[in-house]
């Protein structure tokens, strides 16, 4: 995981103990940071979650309704959530049935103010501001 991820999953991942499991893709559906269940293919999975904002993105358009905000997918055991997460990056987040219905705008909350919540999003460079000098 990037340390641009790694805050905001953790953060996401300790909101509620209905969180099971979430993910950081790009629109194009390239794998960027996940917590998933052992066996679920990071390639694919991340290759569904950028079609569903696609298709979900689209489909709020078409109908006038304005601009995209959550998509939620019900199954028997709990809830899938897609949102968006910057300008090119989608966030799933899986959880248990018990949904809390605040946990949408908490998840929001921690996606636009992540040091708030202790994440580290990126706001440090990993690199020093000036290179060493190279050795003589």
Do not use: C, W
């Amino acid at each position: 995981m990037r340390p641009l991820t790694d805050g905001i999953l953790q953060s996401i991942l300790t909101l509620a103990p209905e969180v099971e499991y979430a993910a950081i893709v790009t629109f194009e559906g390239s794998h960027i940071a996940s917590v998933l269940p052992q066996g679920v293919d990071e390639t694919k999975i991340s290759a569904i979650i950028a079609a569903l904002l696609s298709l979900s993105k689209s489909a709020v358009e078409e109908i006038n309704m304005d601009k995209f905000d959550t998509f939620f997918a019900k199954g028997s055991n709990g809830y899938l959530l897609i949102l968006q997460a910057g300008p090119k990056d989608v966030l799933a987040v899986s959880t248990s049935s018990g949904l809390r219905i605040d946990l949408i705008s908490k998840i929001k909350e921690i996606l636009k103010n992540p040091d708030k919540f202790g994440a580290d999003y990126g706001s440090q460079s990993p690199f020093p501001e000036k290179p060493p000098d190279p050795p003589t």
